[in-house]
């Protein structure tokens, strides 16, 4: 996400950190090359005259000017704005003082609505233990009910519905009188999307929140629509007050615009990004992290976040253990390499980590490798996976067959791993491994 915005940002920002003057010139060429990059991103016009402005009256005070160090003071001053722009600090949800929270999901058809609730649901039942509801009340598009019903159960919420013969508005009321029955913490209403704004939809809108007193309101939109996201969330914002955005697809958006437009066209936060296909690929979203990612600073809290909500303490433990005694093996790398890729894309891991996302600029990850790699494993007995130093002649050959693979392939894995596990052992014994002799070997 907001790849093209990042690089162009980053190599504006570049240029000015680490100088020991700037003049006014070099600020507003800086500034100038800034709005044509947020232009490029289709960000709303009026937010970049604001921003730009806003940065410009900073960045030109003789406080910045005459710094010993300006350009370091200058990139801080366009992180802090594009945090102020993205929505400042982050918003949490808010729970109705009596349960069921009722969460109101609208948006326009084809936004990602439907999944969007459904990991809503899994997102509130595994930070706050929720037990959450999924009403199925788009009785217009086909098969929106069976969908709600797949996605909401793969996510660990009841879905309640009642086919396509009733009300939306029908089936809302009912929903609520069942989740407070059966003593749910959150019901989530999946309504109705159009292909466009109109009065029909926005009437049994508001029917909707007040039938079931919701106490948020949130509308969903498509990231990769650009500034038409936009405007769609200021005629919703016109029609029925909102608490807040779900941007879904960002992980699809190389530009940005709408995400770095909506919060100051409607005024409300970003609560939510869905930035992948599976359910557990939805965050909060956290306005200064994503400015951080955006400036290649990286976003080492989320990465810790996700890393936590991966880690299995028990297998942690014993891998901590199986590391002090040397033992590490092809079973402990399979199983880290696993757990590694629940935490999501391996580009968007390596985007976190500050420093690292620039200096790998330009390189991607290629996902096959990662498959070709636990196929190769899983092409081992129990005890060449335990033994890696037996895999010799005949056993490479059937490894490679096996994985469908080469003989090549084998041989880089067990050779790579070989480096791996010198490096396990001697952080097992608390010393810090020479790296540089290590990428020496390999080349």
């Not at 919420?157 to 009300?167: C, I, L």
């Not at 079931?212 to 016109?238: H, I, R």
């Not at 791996?420 to 810090?432: D, E, I, L, N, T």
Request: net charge neutral; glycine share 10%.
């Amino acid at each position: 996400m907001f790849e093209n915005l990042s690089e162009k940002l980053q190599g504006t920002l570049s240029g000015l950190r680490g100088r020991g003057t700037l003049s006014e010139q070099d600020v507003t060429l800086a500034l100038r090359e800034i709005r044509l990059a947020l232009l490029e991103a289709d960000v709303n016009l009026e937010v970049i005259k604001q921003f730009i402005g806003a940065v410009r009256e900073r960045c030109l005070g003789a406080a910045v000017l005459e710094q010993l160090n300006p350009g370091q003071q200058i990139v801080k001053i366009v992180h802090e704005e594009l945090t102020e722009l993205l929505g400042g600090p982050a918003v949490a949800i808010e729970f109705a003082s009596r349960p069921p929270t009722v969460i109101l999901m609208m948006g326009l058809q084809g936004s990602g609505k439907t999944t969007a609730s459904a990991k809503l649901a899994r997102f509130l039942h595994s930070e706050y233990g929720s037990s959450v509801a999924l009403a199925a009340c788009d009785t217009y598009r086909p098969a929106a009910v069976e969908q709600l019903v797949s996605v909401g159960s793969a996510a660990g919420a009841s879905v309640y519905e009642q086919g396509t013969e009733r009300t939306p508005v029908q089936i809302a009321s009912w929903a609520l009188e069942r989740a407070r029955t059966e003593g749910k913490d959150v019901l989530i209403v999946d309504t109705s999307g159009r292909l466009h704004v109109d009065e029909t939809l926005m009437a049994e809108l508001v029917e909707i929140r007040d039938v079931t007193a919701a106490s948020q309101v949130l509308l969903v939109l498509d990231a990769m629509t650009g500034q038409d996201a936009v405007n769609v969330a200021e005629q919703f914002a016109a029609a029925l007050p909102l608490d807040g955005t779900v941007m879904t697809k960002l992980d699809g958006d190389a530009r940005g615009g709408a995400a770095l437009s909506v919060r100051a066209v409607t005024g409300k936060p970003i609560l939510f990004a869905s930035t992948g296909e599976k359910l557990a690929q939805f965050e909060r979203f956290h306005p200064e992290r994503m400015a951080q990612r955006i400036l290649g600073m990286g976003d080492v809290l989320t990465l810790i976040e996700k890393a936590g909500a991966e880690l299995d303490e028990r297998q942690a433990g014993k891998l901590e253990q199986r590391l002090r005694a040397g033992e590490f093996d092809l079973e402990d790398f399979l199983g880290q390499l696993r757990q590694m890729r629940r935490m999501g894309p391996l580009q968007g891991i390596i985007g976190m980590i500050p420093g690292l996302g620039a200096q790998l600029k330009g390189m991607k990850v290629d996902e096959r490798e990662i498959d070709r790699t636990e196929a190769i494993i899983l092409s081992m007995t129990a005890e060449e996976r335990r033994h890696p130093e037996l895999i010799k002649g005949a056993r490479r050959l059937r490894i490679a067959r096996g994985s469908g693979t080469s003989v090549q392939h084998v041989n880089q894995l067990v050779k790579q791993f070989a480096q791996v596990r010198k490096v396990m052992r001697q952080v097992g014994r608390g010393k810090m491994p020479d790296l540089a002799a290590l990428a020496r070997q390999r080349r």
